[in-house]
């Protein structure tokens, strides 16, 4: 994966590893650093507000200190009808959030930015992925949380791994969105900053 030399440098701001692993799909040299910045929702905020504020902050976060880089931030948030779950932290929470998904839909609000530190630029999407649930018993909760452990996940599971065995169906044009970095939406911004990835 190598860079050419008029090509700028590409910062991910971000330090989760499911989002690395993305990005490095597309075969792209670059680097990873993590934002600093408070990610407390503000009143009144929408999911789709709060991840496109979100996602822009991070990316800024890293221009500051990186002003000729192409820097990609991105924020997701699962929403169970109007209530926003978050990462759950430890196994009883996930048990209560996993529960509460039981035989419902939950949306996935991904807000990705790619910001241009050589212009100040930026492109910001929100891009929506819906997972429909199983039914779900305590003892296909314990087992899976048990195996798995995806306390630092939103919505309590991970989707590129066991947690695929919770759903019915999938609804949405970008899968890699739910894992928490719209790769389709991000390659068509890369090209209109000038990376070609083909």
Do not use: W
């Amino acid at each position: 994966m190598n860079r050419p030399d008029s090509s700028p440098r590409i910062i991910l701001a971000s330090s989760s590893p499911y989002r690395k692993a993305l990005l490095q799909r597309l075969q792209l040299d670059f680097d990873t650093l993590s934002p600093d910045i408070d990610e407390t929702p503000k009143k009144g905020e929408s999911a789709e507000e709060l991840v496109t504020r979100l996602s822009l902050l991070k990316a800024e976060a890293v221009a500051r200190t990186n002003p000729d880089a192409l820097i990609i931030g991105s924020d997701q948030v699962a929403l169970l009808g109007s209530q926003i779950l978050g990462k759950p932290g430890n196994h009883q929470q996930a048990v209560v959030q996993l529960r509460a998904a039981s035989g419902r839909r939950v949306s996935f609000i991904t807000g990705l930015c790619l910001f241009d530190g050589r212009n100040g630029r930026h492109q910001v999407a929100v891009v929506p992925f819906d997972v429909e649930f199983r039914e779900l018993n305590d003892t296909m909760i314990e087992r899976y949380l048990k195996r798995e452990q995806p306390y630092n996940c939103a919505g309590s599971f991970k989707s590129e791994g066991l947690g695929i065995s919770l759903f019915e169906r999938f609804r949405g044009d970008d899968p890699s969105a739910l894992i928490g970095l719209p790769l389709i939406r991000l390659t068509r911004m890369l090209e209109k900053a000038g990376v070609s990835l083909l």
